[in-house]
């Protein structure tokens, strides 16, 4: 049998169905109850009991200080960005194998990305790969790192744990560090997913996590901005909140803010679902084991993973091509899709975009090479249910 019918077959076996979406969301706990609580009660818009318990929810299963919920994850990487300070004209350390919206929010501050390689223990940021580029391009000016070459300030680096898969946070804050470059976590896609036990997001100056329909996690649309500095948090509330200083009935808004917030009716959800978070993680895991024993006698692919010292979500159940059967991706991706099992290439690399191809960068070997050999496979938590 070719590759592309073997594969095809073996996730036919695991996920036990004829037709499976790449992730769907999962509602089989309050969420009926608490979204009909809001519409019962009038509390559906931008303020309500929900939103502030979803962000001490939040605070809670995470580790952090404390959470800011917001309108989505884009919205609250922006945010995240500005909190640490990144300005006009900074430049902003992103891997290249992203989703655009890390690239999009770092614009959006009007700084510009520069892109960084992956590596093959991670799939996000290769921290030592990083330090030799950093070393080669950071000149210290009046006490602030800029690259040498376009001199522009390095305003920020932006880890982003791929498909749940932690970065080494512990090796780039040392980085970042001595470097005096702040850290902001781009963790969309890595809520329940920990390194020694810390959870993602946690590590660097703050974080931004998704609820976008397909996380796993979802508010329909959503995001939060986690950190442990108060100061921080109140900023961030403040500034997706218009900028309005509290008052019974005066509009007062001390500078240009953002309508950046979560509706109650959304965080309703968001609580209903954390309340299923360990489940689905549980889940996850158990169907990373069930592809990997499925795939482990077929030459040229392996599961992808958790890297030692992490525990991963397994958000997006990942496919690794060995690199002599890296053309034969798109015969798999035809193959899985015609018989129904939906599965996606990763990322087309940010560097490649129209309108990120000039930007300032370090060669990214790894990341091109990735780029050519992921294949993500149906990931949604209930289908070890369906399975079993
Ligand atoms: C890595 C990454 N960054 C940013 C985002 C943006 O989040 P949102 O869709 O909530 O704006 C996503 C997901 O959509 C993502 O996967």
């Not at 960084?116 to 070393?135: C, I, Q, T, W």
Request: aromatic letters at 6%.
């Amino acid at each position: 049998m070719a590759l592309a019918e073997l594969i095809t077959e073996r996730i036919r076996r695991v996920t036990g169905l004829p037709r499976v979406a790449l992730h769907e969301p999962s509602f089989k706990g309050n969420e009926w109850v608490y979204v009909k609580e809001c519409l019962d009660t009038g509390w559906v818009s931008s303020v309500g009991s929900y939103v502030d318990r979803f962000e001490r929810d939040l605070a809670e299963v995470t580790g952090a200080a404390h959470a800011v919920v917001v309108s989505n994850g884009t919205s609250g990487l922006q945010v995240a960005l500005q909190l640490a300070c990144v300005r006009a004209g900074d430049e902003v350390i992103i891997p290249a194998l992203s989703f655009v919206a890390t690239a999009n929010a770092v614009v959006h501050c009007g700084a510009t990305p520069h892109f960084a390689d992956s590596e093959y223990a991670s799939l996000g940021l290769g921290v030592p790969a990083l330090a030799d580029h950093l070393a080669s391009i950071v000149e210290t000016r009046s006490g602030v790192s800029v690259n040498r070459h376009t001199g522009q300030r390095i305003g920020a680096i932006v880890p982003m744990h791929t498909f749940g898969h932690p970065v080494d946070m512990p090796a780039l804050m040392d980085l970042a560090q001595r470097h005096g470059i702040a850290v902001v976590e781009d963790a969309a896609e890595s809520l329940g997913s920990l390194i020694d036990g810390r959870h993602t997001g946690t590590h660097g100056l703050c974080a931004m996590l998704s609820f976008n329909g397909n996380k796993i996690v979802t508010t329909g649309g959503g995001g939060a901005i986690i950190t442990n500095d108060v100061t921080l948090a109140k900023r961030a509330k403040h500034l997706t909140t218009t900028a309005k200083q509290p008052h019974p009935w005066a509009f007062f808004h001390d500078e240009v803010g953002y309508n950046f917030r979560l509706p109650n009716l959304n965080a309703a959800l968001g609580c209903a679902q954390l309340e299923q978070l360990a489940g689905f993680v549980a889940a996850k895991r158990e169907l990373a084991l069930r592809y990997a024993d499925a795939l482990q006698d077929v030459a040229g692919v392996k599961l992808f993973t958790e890297r030692a010292g992490t525990r991963a979500n397994y958000w997006l159940q990942t496919l690794i091509l060995d690199a002599d059967v890296a053309d034969q991706r798109d015969a798999i991706l035809a193959s899985t899709n015609a018989a129904g099992q939906m599965t996606r290439p990763v990322w087309e690399l940010l560097s490649t975009l129209p309108m990120y191809a000039a930007c300032p960068g370090m060669d990214t070997p790894i990341a091109r090479d990735l780029a050519r050999r992921i294949v993500n496979l149906p990931s949604s938590p209930q289908l070890v249910k369906a399975a079993a």
